[in-house]
């Protein structure tokens, strides 16, 4: 078996651009169900995120506002998941599965006439010093910046939810809505912008396909990530750093086993396949055995304030 | 009494309904594995079906589902679009063959056409073109163009249309190229854009400078131009916007008129299950421009080859050939029979990796 051809260096990049899009949904998704709302349309949220920005980056020869506006396009659509099931009490999973098939409609819609057509990618970060240095320069500090956006998110989000008073709250309404509404906390309000954050982050994690991984539009281009999202808040135990890890250990498992094909690696196609779902699942199964994992004890259920 | 009396009319009005749009038109449905924008297979497909609507105009009603997924759920969208009262189905992908195959059972007086399958009843006939033919002269193409002597293959599934591919790109460009060299992916999909990419990319980096992809979506085209100094080749559809670099040529599916002549068939109730395998000889099979980024002597032999097969003196499985494992396969000036190719699942000689079951 001959693997010198892989070069690390690369590998960790492509790895850093596959991981992307997932982490930045599944961070996003983690805290609207960690206020107790289950939303399946991250998928159509994403899609909607990948057209949208592709279109404003297209419109304006500005990645940046591509990534702005994809945000913008998926809190928009988000907020009408967050009227329907907070204000309306509709079932959110039925509305969850409707917004990803409104979703992947309207990016269809929407991306017909820029089929075929190039956009601005985004450039590589040159950070003075970190990225002159040898080998790790080029591994770690010489991506775009959405890759450590990202990063920062799940940081954000980690800290926001175990230190800050909000974040409390937002886990408060989570567990027990009846308990925060007593309490006084305004449970519609904080799970509209919970929802309406996700949506956002889905957004983003949609655009990085369409601008940075592949990067143009095709219909349906993201092709399932949303509900790998979906899996790995699950699997993550509801956890920020887990999310992080699923999310790299999805994404990176899925370029080096295409590494391992193209460097002829002598295992069976179909373990190799199959190896990014396996490991991600087993590694997160594993860390998640012992300790509190359970979750949200609200997620899914509909709160009105006079029941 | 007034339940009753409404059912009984809705029936009537119904059997009526029908009726009358029997009379009226044929209706010809269409099953897509991917979207008809993934500016390959699905939307050449799609591009078929425009073309019936505009050549029969309002006596032909056309309908489609687009990303219905192979297996199970397939014969979900099969059905129902039998039931909803089409007279002929196109199913426009391999993994439709069993579904198409169930469906037919439960409805025999609706006509099917499976794509690129080799199971046939009463009412299933099979159609596929010869996309081995254009692989012949892009295997030709590559072999000449590649510097580093390695290609790159994103394949999909291990099913014998796909190894076709594979073994005619191969032994095309190892004919005019000793030391070329092919390193294969299976994507295990007809439609992922964002692993499309990758595959591409990780193709790149392992050394790869031309890309051939089996697979639907334009992704590996955009990856190989942000790459540069890769040259790829547009699959199903001319992906003509990716030239003159990357793409310098492509092999393009048309569809059009083989379907104009079956729902003709279907009018003039003259249709009969039968096995259509055209090639670029009667123009199912199209060679996409080759641009100026290929040498002017590439370009003719390229095209010399093109039209050696589309007249028949040539055939892209002409032997001397061994198979990978070294037996002989064909002898001296003996070219393949079409059953070996339809169910070929062995690699040339000279082709490492094994295929996956």
Known sequence: ?307 | MKRRTLLASAALALSLGTSAFAADEVTAGFIYVGPVGDGGWTYEHNKGRLAVEEHFGDKVKTVFQESVPEGADAERAITQMALSGADIIFTTSFGYMDPTIAVAAKFPNVKFEHATGYKRADNVGVYSARFYEGRAIQGHIAGKMTKTNKIGYIASFPIPEVIRGINSAYIHAKKVNPDVEFSIIWAYTWFDPAKEADAARALIENGADVILQHTDSTAPQAAAKEAGGVITFGQASDMGEYGPLPRVSSIIDNWGPYYIDRVQAVIDGTWESDDTWDGIGKGMVGIGEISDAVPADVKAEALALKDAIAAGSYHPFTGPLKKQDGSDWLAEGETADDGTLLGMNFYVEGLTGEIPN
């Open chain 1, 1 to 307: 078996m001959d693997l010198s051809s892989i070069n690390p260096v690369l590998l960790v990049a492509s790895i850093m651009i596959s991981a992307t899009p997932i982490l930045l949904a599944a961070i996003g998704e983690m805290v609207v169900e960690k206020s107790g709302v289950l939303n399946l349309g991250v998928e159509g949220m994403m899609i909607t995120g990948a057209v949208v920005g592709f279109a404003a980056a297209v419109g304006t020869s500005s990645p940046e506002v591509g990534f702005v506006a994809a945000a913008v396009a998926g809190a928009a659509l988000s907020l009408v998941f967050a009227l329907l099931t907070q204000v309306f009490l509709s079932n959110q999973v039925a509305t969850g599965l409707g917004l990803t098939l409104a979703g992947l409609g309207l990016s269809s819609l929407l991306g017909k006439p820029y089929e075929g057509m190039k956009s601005p990618t985004l450039p590589k970060l040159d950070i003075p010093v970190l990225s002159d240095l040898p080998v790790v320069g080029r591994m770690l500090f010489s991506h775009d910046m959405m890759v450590y956006l990202s990063m920062v998110l799940v940081l954000a989000v980690w800290a926001f939810l175990k230190f800050t008073r909000a974040g409390l709250i937002l886990k408060a309404v989570g567990e027990s809505h009846e308990s925060a509404h007593a309490l006084g906390y305004k449970v519609v309000r904080i799970r509209v912008a919970a929802i309406v954050f996700g949506g956002a982050c889905a957004g983003l994690g949609g655009a990085y396909i369409s601008l940075v991984r592949v990067p143009q539009w095709t219909e349906g281009m993201t092709a399932g990530a949303g509900w790998i999202a979906l899996a790995i808040v699950v699997f993550a135990s509801w956890r920020a750093g887990r999310v992080m890890i699923g999310a790299y250990l999805f994404g990176g498992v899925t370029v080096l086993q295409l590494n391992l094909q193209a460097a002829g690696a002598k295992v069976p196609v179909a373990l190799l396949s199959a190896s990014p779902y396996l490991v991600t699942i087993i590694v997160l199964v594993i860390i998640s055995a012992r300790g509190a994992h359970a979750a949200p004890a609200s997620l899914g259920r509909s709160f009105h304030a006079t029941r």
